[in-house]
């Protein structure tokens, strides 16, 4: 093999500095800083279909896609000048546009369940105003989720929560009051035993069950047989609200996410992340009797300055319309690219000895490095952080950028091929040996 040298980062360590004078940790979320696979990021300059430029000029072939949202790949030329067009008519207005409803009825032709929605700018923002809803439907406090699934960052939801909740193993998160922390019963996830006595334990209190349908924020964990219908059938027996939130795998694990896949009929869903086609953009929504509750129409509060932005709209749409007329081409081939990285790397393991194991659904996986399965946070949490961390690094240095933390999945779009797996397996050989520290 021939040595590379290794890249230079001089110009993002000068950021880094002026970055952290500014920025708790130098950065605007947390699982950025790389603190759970050491050394420090690279600062990114600019990005076209799979690959990531940084700024000194380093190239990496891009395995995390902005955490979800660029299945189309980097500055996809119709999503570009849709933004373009729409910023010539301003940025924003705070008053009604007709590309709301236009996104609106593309979310909705994939999503047929979503019998009224509301757009806003995060993912936190859907989920958290979908409990709000929740409660006010039922008139009930408490709340289920599942261990290692994350929600986003509102008080009520980071009890036992993934992604960098997980990274960097805190409980929780101080500032948030007991008596919220309470309301919220963290479950194991696919485990329905778990599900039937919370429900015995606290009749009648029971005002939602959130969930990732396919978990990706404690790495990615599929459901097993039978969960997501058991989970139907208690909720709906307990009178209890189901919330799908698909910000991960909406538009992902399928043009109807998780949903359509697996065939679910959950009460609310969440969505985030690629429908705003980069920008920020979420969505809540589900059935009409539970929507209609929200003002000005009922009594419960949500707004938001800037939902339904023309500019976040607009990338929407044009990331919708593509999807949509392709959608019969791009999801099965990049279910089929995801499988030849995901299954190609976990070879590489194989022949270098490194106990892992791959969990995929569509085109999103974790590589565990663990020998035993993995299908819930407590086993995820098995893994060899600290050997995911080395082989991490050795991929970055290759010009690999995976999602820098072992409970988060990975992710590929259209603008992956062939060559970009090919080259993948072929670093991977070398970051399993670095990951042995040989
Ligand atoms: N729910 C899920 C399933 C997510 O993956 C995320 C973000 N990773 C969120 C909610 C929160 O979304 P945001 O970061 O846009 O607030």
Known sequence: ???????????????????????????????????????????????????????????????????????????????????????????????????????????????????????????????????????????????????????GHADGLLVKAGSGVATFGIPGSAGVPDQIAHLTLALPYNDLVAVEAAFAAHPGEIAAVILEPAVGNAGCIPPVDGYLEGLRAITRREGALLIADEVMTGFRVALGGAVE??????????????????????????????????????PV??????????????????TMDYLQEHAGEIYPRIEATAKAVAEGVAAEAKKAGVPLTTNRVGAMWTWFFTPGTVTDYESAAKSDTAMFGRFHNSMLEQGVW???????????????GEAEVKATIEAAGEAFKAALGL
């Open 402 to 416: 995976l999602p820098p933390s072992q409970f988060e999945a990975a992710f590929l779009g259209t603008a992956h």
């Open 301 to 318: 509060y949500q707004a938001g300055t800037l939902s339904g932005n023309p500019l976040a709209m607009a990338a929407g749409l044009a």
């Open 261 to 298: 896949r697996y065939g679910m009929d959950p009460d609310l869903i969440t969505l985030g992340k690629i429908v705003g086609g980069g920008l920020p953009v979420g969505v809540f929504g589900g059935k009409r009797e539970y929507m209609d509750l929200l003002a000005p129409l009922g």
């Open 1 to 151: 093999t021939t040595q590379k040298a290794a890249p230079v980062h001089t110009r993002s360590q000068e950021l880094q500095q002026r970055a952290e004078r500014y920025f708790p940790g130098g950065v605007n979320s947390p699982v950025r800083a790389f603190r759970a696979v050491g050394g420090h990021p690279p600062f990114l300059e600019s990005a076209e279909g799979a690959y990531l430029t940084d700024a000194d000029g380093n190239r990496y072939i891009d395995y995390f896609g902005s955490w979800g949202p660029m299945i189309l790949g980097h500055a996809f030329p119709p999503v570009v000048e849709a933004i373009e067009r729409a910023a010539r008519k301003s940025a924003s207005f705070g008053a009604s546009t007709a590309a709301e409803a236009e996104l609106a009825e593309r979310v909705v032709s994939c999503y047929p369940k979503l019998e009224k929605l509301r757009f806003v700018s995060s993912g936190t923002e859907a989920t958290m105003s979908a409990i709000r809803l929740a409660r006010a439907a039922t008139d009930r406090k408490l709340i289920v989720k599942f261990e290692g699934c994350y929600h």
